[in-house]
């Protein structure tokens, strides 16, 4: 079983709807929780950051994170094509210093 | 901005090659990595680099190795290339004890191996 679980998708949905992606996993260590996004042809970026749980807005974006289900989610309001993208999951704990945990990262598509 | 610049974006060797990768980070972050990318597979670590001359290994370091003689500079290097290190590898930097964990990745290199 993998330390970090995400439904690679792809996942299709109409412009202005509610995207919600998700991870679970199983390292109950981890503390950091982070989404990128990497558009085609590009390296991942970060989106999202959060320590511990609790929720983060920012924009159309909010971050969640249960720690005790072991699951974060990200919700994309009003999507928009441009939020076209690969959408990767990472964590960390404090050990281990800067190594990350990645999810296996959703395709998403917004048809206009 | 920070910028991790990839000198090639595209490559394709013959098995058996030995292939250079090069990375360039241009904001005196301490850590690098290297990532290989799959379908499926997600971010797997390769190497990463805490300080100059400083490596550790990784989650699949079989068939690489890495060298960083500068801090600002991370090579990874694979031997003898063979088919299955066909895939897309990644870059990143980060800088220790600000925002633990976030990376600034480059664009990213696609080798082919036939």
Redesign the interface.
């Known amino acids: 079983q993998k330390e970090v679980e995400q439904d690679p998708g792809p996942l299709s949905v109409p412009e202005g709807a509610i995207v919600s992606l998700n991870c679970t996993y199983s390292n109950s260590a981890f503390q950091y929780f982070m989404w990128y996004r990497q558009y085609s042809r590009k390296g991942p970026e970060l989106l999202m950051y959060t320590y511990s749980s609790g929720n983060k807005e920012d924009g159309r974006f909010t971050a969640q994170v249960d720690k005790s289900s072991k699951y974060i989610s990200l919700f994309i309001r009003d999507s928009q094509p441009s939020d076209s993208a690969t959408y990767l999951c990472a964590m960390k704990g404090i050990q281990g210093a800067q190594k990350l945990v990645f999810g296996q990262g959703t395709r998403l598509t917004i048809n206009p | 901005d920070v910028k991790?610049t990839q000198s090639s974006r595209y490559l394709v060797k013959r098995t058996g090659e030995k292939v250079f990768l090069e990375c360039v980070q241009d904001m005196d972050h301490e850590?690098m990595?290297w990532y290989r990318q799959d379908?499926?597979?997600?971010?797997?670590?390769i190497y990463?680099s805490?300080d100059v001359k400083m490596k550790e290994k990784?989650d699949i370091p079989e068939g690489y190795s890495v060298s960083r003689e500068k801090k600002e500079r991370f090579s990874l290097i694979l031997e003898s290339a063979s088919t299955n290190q066909t895939s897309m590898y990644?870059c990143?930097s980060?800088r220790?004890g600000w925002?633990?964990?976030?990376?600034?990745?480059?664009?990213?290199s696609r080798l082919t191996v036939l």
Not at chain 2, 39 to 45: K, N
Not at chain 2, 99 to 108: I, P, R
């Open positions: 991790v850590n990595f379908p499926g597979l997600g971010l797997r670590l990463f805490y990784g990644l990143a980060s220790t925002k633990t964990g976030e990376l600034f990745f480059g664009e990213g």
